[in-house]
Structures are given as C-alpha cells and as structure tokens.
C-alpha cells in the first residue's frame, strides 16, 4: 500500500509504531519495521545509554528504516539523545509535547526527518513552519498524552492546513485496517498505531499491563492528570478516581511524575518481571480503541492484518460508491 509516506519513509506499509515511553523497544520497533511498516522507539523512558543500546539491538534484528521518539519537554538532554539517534542511525526524530526548533536543522544536516504529534490544527502550522517533515494528527481518542479534539474532526482539518506540504499521518484511536481506510479517506496518508501494538509478545510491559488491556472497555478509560501532570488517557483504577476527587493534590508536569515514580504507581519501562506493580493503581496508557483488544498477536501479524483489512475496507467502499 503506497502512500505519500511509505515514499517518505522508505517503508512498504503506511503504518507506524507509536513511540510509546515503557513499551517500544527493539523486539517491538525491530518486528514492525520488519513487516514493512517503520518502527519507533520510545525514548523517554530510557536513560542515554539504554537508548544506544536499544537501537544498537534492534539493527541487529533488521536492517530496515525505524525512528526514535523523545519528548522536547524534558529539554536537559534532547541535544545528546538526539545526536545519538543520529549517529546510531535512526531516519527519524518523533518529538512529543512540543516542537524541537534548537534540533531540526542538526537532523536535516544528517538526512533525519522531523515529525511533529500535534493535538490541534495550529500545533501542526507551526511544526511546518518550523522545518517539521512529518505531521501526526492525534486525536484525544489516543493512549498517553493527548490533546481535546477527536480523531475524525482533526485529521481533515490538520490535512487541509498542512497537507499539501507535508504528509499528515492519523493517530487516536486506531487499532486495525479500517482505521487506516478511514485515515486514508480523511486525507492522511497513513496511520500511527500504538494501544494495538502493546498487546503483542514483543512490546515490553509492566506486570498487569497487557490483562488489563485484554479486560478494558471502550469507556474503561480515562484523561487524568495523576500520572504526569499533563493530561493523559490511561486505564482508569483507583489512581485516576482519586486524583479526580482531590485535584488540589496534583503537580505540574514533571514534578508530578516525579511523585508517580516515587508514589509507586508509575513503572513505565518495566517488564513482568519487575516488583512491586499494583494493577490497581498503576498507569496503563491506553487509547479508547482499547475494548476491540481480544488477545495476543505479533506484532508482524497486526501489521500485516492492518493493510489486508484497509484494502478490503477501501474495496468495499468502492464497490458501494459505483
């Protein structure tokens, strides 16, 4: 499935890893390149040094194209992290919660693209002006951070504001090939995926994390401000509930996360086999597409199975229309 972004990319398939903090690395990022979709690691959870190794890890298990997600608003290390990425090889700097004006020349001059997440139609404007190469259109449908406008309104919006000079990938909400037909007829030219993708044997998880997705409903979600200080959508629990019953409680972003670290109820970057997780209270990220999450599949399989769909998808709509 060729789009404006599998061209941009270099990639077979236009659909993209979420560079999602304590779940994408170099198992996850490697499968999804793998299959002929682009991979993204998500950096933020990583120190320095795990992120060069994650990369070095995962080039070992493929040669084909993968980016590096970090978030511009912990600014002490962007410059160093992103220098690594580059030197380590990535072909894209997805920056999170912000747009990294002091970096984007250093990629352009080492050939990496910039691509931008933006929550509503000016956040976009000005990642275009400001060099970005790629737009994510993420709806507040969306697991982690994310913004107030849903999927289906944005995406045109974001499409007709930027569209016609730079490819707009669609994000929130999207777990399989219909929401990429859907992207595709919004105008967007591929998709970026990311709850979907955390129910698969590759993506690492903290204990509980995947049973509750598997559990979780449509409406089993929640935006809080508990786990970072910035508005997040994650399984609702106990977390949430009391956070929204005390809001005098909760810091700004980073002291907040700061506390969930220290609090015990934030282990992003963990893996099943770490102590001390209380499914109750910990943060699972988790998008509203959550409750069509039945089981386990590789992360190779979903990739597969999103195109197989969006092309059966489209078909159908065709055959409607004529």
Known sequence: MRTRLTDVLGIEHPVMLAGMGGVSYSKLVAAVSEAGGFGCFGASTMSSEEMVAEMRAARALTDKPFGVDLLTAMPDRLLTDVENLIREGASV???????????????????????????????????????????VAQGTEAGGHTGQVATMPLVPQVVDAVGDRVPVVAAGGIFDGRGLAAALALGADGVWVGTRFIATPEARSAPGYKDALLRTMEDGTAISRAFTGKTLRAVANQTTRHFEEHPEELKPFPDQLMASMTGGWMHLGADERTPGVDPDRECYPAGQGVGAIHELASAGELVRSIVEQAEQALARAGATVG
């Open 93 to 135: 700097f997805a920056a999170g919660l912000g747009v990294p004006r002091d970096v984007i020349s250093l990629c352009h001059e080492h050939n990496v693209l910039v691509l931008s997440m933006c929550g509503k139609v000016r956040h976009a404007v000005a990642a275009v002006e400001a060099g970005c190469d790629i737009v």
